[in-house]
């Protein structure tokens, strides 16, 4: 009985109370309900009440239809012996439906009644958060609609994204309301059998030696959610870096056949990881052309830049994309550790600095992605979507020059700071470039960023728009990037040293904690996305109220992927013990302890 009104006082909605589970309290409008729902009702596809009030004290009436869903026999296996030859779902739920689109998969595959159930909950999936545009015309969307139907490895990878992340969210769930959920009924059988059919379908689809550009944005796309898979829910670091170089010889071969002439750049896959010699496609093993007639081809093959048929596909933001998850997974990684390869950013990077030898930069990567979606989706595309795009154009040039900016501090750090840069005039220090980098970001950004101090929610935006999100996304990962700064080259700044427009680590610090938590107050779930500048401030801070907030935020996360898991045990055992920056950055005991850090 005490357990029954401890329930009963929690303010989330009648139905979550009646089913004794957590009520996320996220009420979202549902076209043809008069009450709000909550995303956990939503999900289990139930009706969602918010009477006031006691709950009956009966047993809690869930829906059959989601025991049958989520029912295992006693070996802990879900039934897949219920599975149908595919054919366009039909619910009355409102996830099934998303302007018009009918929910369907490859026709070579076979679901069962979970994989249904995993495709209704796809649109409500934290990948749609991380890619940042809305539900229906959103780059999940289009991959699930207009590719996943036609490319299994595509779909399974899909259906093995959904199905593990509902299985991270039951374990949260288990950890919070213990007996909620029989324990047998825990195993991820399903997300690994998709995900091994993805990859046995990846490398048959690898041997082919022609490769159309359909085919190449399907195998981009499947490469880029095992990767957001493998960190997740896998095995990490070792099967990314496979994928990544994946990545990397598909660009080399197919995508911008000029970066082939760069071969000093050219990423050769590591000997000590078994599975790269029968993923990864064979690469040239021509010998050298001569200088004269390697630059000739360069400079002839640099106008063509991204391969034309390419710019009307989702390759450029899965690559923009691949490349923002190289910029904190590269993070004080020295060679003699094991790693996330940020050798692609690396190339793009010096390519941009070397002018002569450019073939594709930075800032034309994110041009051509940034106009990708109108050109993908085609006619069907509305004029709504159009003004989206436009309207968070600001949002996300801010995020994608904070990643750069991001990428550079950790390259100075690794190969200037070590060998002992430092000792040069300040004003003609590298570091001071980052810094005049960094403001000059700030005044071309300084209407944004107010705009992020200013409003109160991301609710101030309304009509479901998602423009105050970016602002508050863009805003945190550029107020991290300097507290990321300082982490690593505080020590140097000359005492006194002032510059318009630039933070104090402090100051610094709290815009990211202050956005943070105005954020959380919107949309809890946002939060997914700002894990890592989240991470630094909560380590930067010395208020134990912030740390303890920051601690909480990142636990609860974990309920999206094993990784948020990992990060979370990191913190908390970073603020629980000595300062690892009390040396200052660089000391060589609290070095080993970041490129720990960044490896968790």
């Known amino acids: 009985m005490r357990v029954m009104r401890m329930i009963d006082s929690f303010s989330g909605c009648r139905t979550c109370r009646i089913r004794k589970v957590k009520c996320d309290e996220e009420k979202i409008l549902v076209e043809g309900k008069e009450e709000p729902q909550c995303r956990r009702c939503s999900v289990a596809r139930i009706l969602c009440e918010w009477k006031p009030g006691p709950v009956p004290r009966g047993p809690a009436k869930s829906s059959s239809r989601n025991r049958r869903i989520g029912s295992s026999d006693s070996s802990g296996l879900i039934d897949l012996t219920d599975g149908q030859v595919l054919s366009p779902l039909i619910s009355n739920s409102p996830v099934a439906h998303d302007s018009g689109h009918g929910i369907q998969a490859a026709n070579s595959l076979i679901l069962s009644n979970f994989d249904r159930y995993c495709l209704d909950y796809v649109r409500d999936s934290v990948l749609v958060i991380f890619l940042g545009k809305h539900w229906p015309w959103s780059t999940v969307s289009y991959t699930y609609h207009k590719i996943a139907t036609k490319e299994p490895m595509v779909m399974s990878m899909i259906l093995a994204t959904s199905a593990s992340e509902i299985h991270r969210s039951r374990l949260y769930d288990c950890d919070t309301v213990p007996g909620s959920l029989p324990i047998d009924a825990l195993s991820d059988v399903d997300g690994r059998m998709h995900y091994g059919r993805a990859l046995s379908n990846l490398r048959e689809a690898l ?21 957001d898979y493998e960190n997740r829910f896998g095995s990490g670091k070792s099967a990314i870096n496979v994928h990544m170089r994946g990545i990397t010889t598909l660009l080399f071969n197919h995508v911008i056949p000029s970066l082939k002439n760069m071969g000093s750049l050219r990423i050769a896959p590591n000997p000590e990881d078994e599975e790269s010699a029968n993923l990864l496609p064979e690469t040239d093993n021509q010998s050298p052309k001569t200088t004269e007639s390697a630059e000739s081809e360069k400079i002839s093959n640099a106008s063509a830049g991204f391969d034309q048929r390419l710019r009307s596909t989702t390759v450029p933001l899965f690559l923009l994309w691949t490349l923002y998850f190289c910029t904190p997974g590269a993070l004080f990684c020295s060679p003699g550790l094991a790693r996330i390869d940020a050798n692609l950013f690396r190339l793009f990077l010096r390519t941009e600095l070397d002018p002569q030898t450019a073939t594709l930069t930075l800032p034309e990567l994110f041009r051509i992605s940034r106009q990708s979606p109108s050109r993908f989706w085609g006619k069907e595309y509305p004029a709504t979507a159009h003004l989206d795009d436009l309207e968070n154009l600001p949002g996300l040039t801010l995020y994608h020059q904070s990643h750069v900016i991001q990428f550079k501090i950790t390259e100075q750090f690794k190969h200037g700071f070590i060998k002992g840069d430092s000792s040069c005039c300040w004003d003609q220090s590298s570091f001071k470039s980052l810094i005049d980098e960094i403001v000059t970001i700030a005044d071309d950004h300084d209407t944004l960023l107010f705009s992020a101090r200013a409003a109160p929610s991301c609710e101030i935006a309304g009509d479901g728009r998602r423009v105050m999100e970016t602002i508050y996304w863009a805003s945190i990962t550029y107020y991290g990037t300097i507290v990321y700064f300082y982490l690593c080259f505080g020590s140097l700044i000359p005492t006194g040293y002032a510059e318009p427009r630039w933070l104090s680590c402090s100051d610094a610090v709290s815009q990211v904690l202050e956005l943070a938590l105005k954020l959380h107050r919107s949309r809890p779930r946002l939060m997914a996305r700002i894990t890592w500048p989240l991470f630094m401030a909560g380590i930067a801070t010395s ?40 040396s200052g950055p660089g000391h060589p005991s609290d070095l080993q302890q970041m490129q720990e850090i960044a490896i968790s």
């Open 207 to 227: 041997k082919q030696d022609v490769k159309p550009p359909e085919k190449l944005e399907a195998l981009f796309i499947t490469l880029w959610l095992m990767i």
């Open 543 to 582: 208020d134990r109220i912030y740390q303890d907030w920051v601690s909480i935020r990142l636990r609860e996360l974990g309920r999206y992927g094993q990784n948020f898991t990992r990060v979370s045990h990191r913190f908390d055992e970073i603020i629980q013990g000595s300062d690892p920056f009390a």
